[in-house]
C-alpha cells in the first residue's frame, strides 16, 4: 500500500517586514540578512493569529467535505501551544467542522513535531487504509527584539493530508532518526521567548544531518544521484546549504548542479516567511513542488527534520503522476501578494503587544486582519475563536 502526502496547504499572516530595513534599523549591513541569513521578508504575527488559528486556516485552505467525514485522526506539531494542557488540534478540529470520530493531539519536540506527526500518520494509516490524517505544524518563531535571533522569526503554518491516496508524495521507509539530549535552541514554561545558543544550534544541525545521511545511505542503498533534491527544516535559507555543502562532494558534478539549483528553489517561500518551526521543511517541500516546473513523476525528493534539543531524522518521498494538479499555486500566489509591509516601529508595536497574563478579559479588533479564523479576545481566561465563514 502506498501511503504519503495526499494534500498539502499554507498559510501566513498578511503582514511582513523587510528584511533590509530590519537590519538598516539594527545597525547591520544588510547583505548579513539577505545573504549572510539568506532572507528577504519575515512574516508577523498580528495578535489576532496563534498557532490555532494559523493552522486553522492552513486546514481550511485544502480540506472538502470528503475529508471532513474521513479526517479521524488531527496530530498538532508545535513548539508555540497555547495550552499547557489542551491541545490545539482539538481547536482546530472544531474550527474546520470535522467528524466528531476523530482523534485529536499536539505533539512537542521543537522543529521537528510536524515530522514526528507525519511518520504517526503513516502508522495510522497503515493499519486503517481508509483513514485520512490531518497533520498540522503550527508556529510563531519569537526571539525578541535587536537579538542576534531576530532575523530569523517568522509566523506560517503547513497542513497535510496524510492517506493511502498519496496524490503528490509516497512516503519511502528508509528513514533514519537521531536524538540526543543536548541545550542548543528551548523555550522555558514562563518564557514566550526562545532561548538559544545559535552558533552551537548551527554546528548540531549540521552534524545531525551528517550523521543520519550516513546511515541513510547504508540503509537505503541510496546516494545523492537518487535524489531530484533534498528538502531541510529552513531556520534561515542559507542553514541548508550549509548542511548541503558538506556532503556535495559525494556526487559527480551534474548531480552537485542539480541538488544546488533545486535547493535554491526549495527556500523561496521560506526566504519570504522566515522560521515557521515545525512547518518549515514542508514549506520548503511546497516552495519547491510549486516553483520548479519540470520536477517529474517519479523523482525522489530527500527531507532532512531537525527540532532543537534534539531529534534528527532524514526520510524520502517519491512524486506521483500529475502531482502538480493537486496543488494550490494560484492560491500560494495570492496569499503572498497581498501581503502587506509594516514598517518597523510597527513590527516593534506588534511585538509588543500581548495577551494579558494577569487573567483579565480582552476583546481584539478582528476586522484589520483578513484571515478567514482569528482570535477574537479571551473571555474568563478562555481563547474566544472566530471563523469569519461560518
Ligand atoms: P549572528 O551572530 O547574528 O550572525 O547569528 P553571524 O555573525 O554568524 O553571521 C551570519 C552569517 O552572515 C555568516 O555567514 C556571516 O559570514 C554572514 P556564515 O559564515 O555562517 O556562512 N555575514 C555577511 N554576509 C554577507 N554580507 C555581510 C555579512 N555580514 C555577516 N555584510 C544566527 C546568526 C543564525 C546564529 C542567529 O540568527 C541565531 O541564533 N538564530 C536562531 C538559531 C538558529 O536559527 N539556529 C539554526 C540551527 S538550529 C534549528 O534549525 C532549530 C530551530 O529552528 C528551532 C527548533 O528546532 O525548534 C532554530
Known sequence: MKIGIEKIGFYTPHIYVDMEKLAEARGVEPAKFTIGIGQSQMAVAPITQDSVTLAANAALSIIDDEDREKIDFVIFGSESGIDHSKSGAVYVHRLVGLNPHARAVEVKQACYGATAGIQMAKGHVALNPESKVLVLGSDIARYGLDTPGESTQGAGAVAMIISANPRI??????????????????????????FVDGKFSNEQYIL???????????????????MEAICYHLPYTKMGLKALRTVLEEAPEVDRERLLENYQVSTLYNRNVGNIYTGSLYLSLLSLLENK?????????????????????????????????????????????????????????????TLPEDGADIELDIDKDPAPIVLSGVVDNKRQYVNKRS
Open 293 to 353: 516546473d519540470d520536477l517529474k513523476e517519479g523523482a525522489r525528493i530527500g527531507m532532512f527534520s531537525y527540532g532543537s534539543g534534539a531529534v534528527g531524522e532524514l526520510f524520502s518521498g517519491v512524486l506521483q503522476p500529475n502531482f502538480r494538479e493537486h496543488l494550490n499555486i494560484e492560491g500560494h500566489n495570492k496569499l503572498f501578494d497581498t501581503r502587506k509591509e509594516v514598517s518597523i516601529e510597527e513590527y516593534e508595536q506588534i511585538f509588543n503587544e
Open 169 to 194: 508524495m509516497e512516503l519511502e521507509s528508509h528513514n533514519v532518526y537521531l536524538t540526543n539530549d543536548i541545550m542548543d535552541f528551548w523555550r522555558p514554561i514562563y518564557s514566550d521567548k526562545a
Open 208 to 226: 545531525f544531518f551528517n550523521k543520519v545521511w550516513e546511515v541513510y545511505k547504508e540503509k537505503s542503498g541510496l546516494e545523492l544521484s537518487d
